[in-house]
């Protein structure tokens, strides 16, 4: 019976291992992505070129097995929100390739946004902090605070 059980822990602790794997993988493919996009319109924006190579590196090193990287990665398209979205939606650059490029990093940025609560696990471990739920819970609200506030900075 022990055995038995011990088997079905196993196959249930290796079947999700390979579920992360390919959320890791998927999130540093779209954050490759968005950086790759957003890097045609880094010539008129105020921090855009430094968050998208931030936000490529670290996607590379989340597909290098880092599993820090997904605190960055999200920190990063936090970041570069304030860069993308007014191109996207209030013009200022032509169709081809501008807008285009603009919508495809919002639409690339959205798996990295929804990892969220993920990234706030990594980033207090990245801290040294001692990993609780509370703990957890606070770095969650304080990336909720920093995606409002770099949403409504182009409104300003």
């Known amino acids: 019976m022990a055995d038995a059980v011990s088997s079905d822990?196993?196959?249930?602790?290796?079947?999700?291992?390979?579920?992360r794997q390919r959320s890791d993988t998927w999130l540093a493919v779209t954050g490759l992505l968005a950086?790759?996009?957003?890097?045609?319109?880094a010539q008129s924006s105020w921090h855009g070129p430094e968050v998208a190579s931030t936000l490529a590196v670290s996607a590379v090193a989340l597909l290098a097995?880092?599993?820090w990287a997904i605190a960055v990665i999200v920190i990063a398209e936090l970041l570069l929100l304030p860069t993308i979205w007014p191109r996207?939606?209030?013009?200022?650059?032509?169709?081809?390739?501008g807008r285009i490029a603009a919508l495809a990093s919002l639409a690339s940025i959205v798996p990295g946004l929804l990892s969220a609560r993920r990234a706030a696990a990594a980033l207090v471990i990245i801290t040294g902090m001692s990993r609780t739920q509370l703990t957890c819970r606070?770095?969650?609200?304080?990336?909720?605070?920093?995606?409002v506030l770099t949403a409504l900075l182009p409104l300003l």
């Open 138 to 147: 606070r770095f969650q609200y304080g990336f909720v605070a920093l995606g």
């Open 65 to 67: 097995g880092q599993r």
């Open 35 to 41: 950086a790759m996009c957003a890097l045609p319109l």
């Open 9 to 19: 822990r196993l196959y249930r602790r290796q079947k999700s291992r390979s579920r």
């Open 88 to 97: 996207a939606f209030f013009g200022g650059v032509e169709l081809w390739p």
